[in-house]
């Protein structure tokens, strides 16, 4: 063997292999920190972050630790990761925030936590989802109270790419005591999305007749129509909202109403609700 040939392979190779080495390693621990917060485990989160790891590593979904711990409410391992100066306004494929993830799933805690922090409050995802919003459409009830008591400014009437608003979301949902909350603070109960549907149009079309019956007495109107001209009636009797139906009949909406198609008279029939 020719001297000195031994050493052929480069030095830097193995110094390159070294470094390919330990990033395997810091990814490994970073995937650790996500399934243990996912699982909540404050012990493994604990003894993870003791090692190299990057605390703002996403997954496929563009989510990072403080996302799932915000989504789960945990405030110990959010206080962890925002300890070491996590991103809490990192946002995942969908443009939710961690803040958003909190208010989604009903953490006020959580909520709270991440604006002590200063956590955009104005904050909204892809689909121009507020903070108000991702809590009315999910019934969370104790985020909606918590926002609207305790900060400065809420939108009630802000709208998403769709156009519709808090309301409209709580509506669809049949959420009745935010629905109060909101009309009561002052959210209109006659604006329409896209399509032309107010709160009431949803609530009928739902069959959610209780919140139907509060819009009725709160300033809603019985006769708008969407932009095919359906009324909140014809909604209810296309699917089949009986009870609804028979509601807003008492309420003094009128059976020769047409929506382009056919008469309300016509489908009220369909329905075996119709009298003479």
């Known amino acids: ?22 990033r395997i390693s810091d990814i490994q621990n970073e995937l650790v920190l996500h399934e243990a917060v996912i699982k909540n485990d ?25 996302h799932w711990a915000s989504s789960r409410g945990n405030i110990q391992i959010m206080e962890m990761l925002i300890g070491v100066k996590c991103n ?14 909190a208010a989604w799933q009903g953490h006020s805690q959580a909520v709270q936590l991440l604006i ?10 892809k689909k ?33 790419v769709d156009q519709k608003t808090a309301l409209h979301h709580a509506s669809i949902g049949g959420h009745l005591e935010i629905v109060e909350r909101l009309v009561h603070l002052g ?9 032309g549907w107010s709160p009431l149009h949803c609530a009928c079309a739902k069959g959610h007749i209780d919140v ?9 109107e019985i006769l708008v129509k969407d932009e095919a001209g359906n009324t909140p009636l014809h909604l209810a009797v296309e699917n089949r909202q009986t009870h609804t139906v028979k509601l ?29």
């Open 212 to 220: 139907v019956y509060f819009l009725l007495h709160h300033g809603a």
């Open 187 to 195: 959210a209109t109960p006659t604006t329409v999305d896209k399509q």
């Open 42 to 66: 404050v012990d493994a989160v604990r003894a993870i972050m003791k090692e190299p790891v990057d605390v703002n590593f996403r997954n496929n979904f563009g989510r990072a630790p403080i």
């Open 248 to 276: 807003l009949l008492e309420h003094g909406c009128p059976t020769d109403l047409q929506n382009g198609v056919c008469n309300i008279v016509y489908l009220i029939r369909l329905l075996n609700l119709f009298t003479n």
């Open 128 to 160: 121009q989802y507020t903070l108000l919003m991702c809590a009315a459409k999910n019934n969370r009830l104790e985020v909606v109270n918590f926002l609207l008591d305790n900060l400065d400014s809420v939108d009630l009437n802000a709208v998403d």
């Open 116 to 125: 002590n922090h200063g956590a955009d409050v104005t904050a909204t995802n």
């Open 88 to 101: 809490i306004e990192a946002k995942d494929k969908y443009g939710m925030r961690p803040i958003l993830m």
């Open 1 to 22: 063997m020719r001297g000195g040939e031994e050493n052929l392979e480069p030095p830097s190779t193995c110094q390159s292999f070294n470094r390919r080495a330990s």
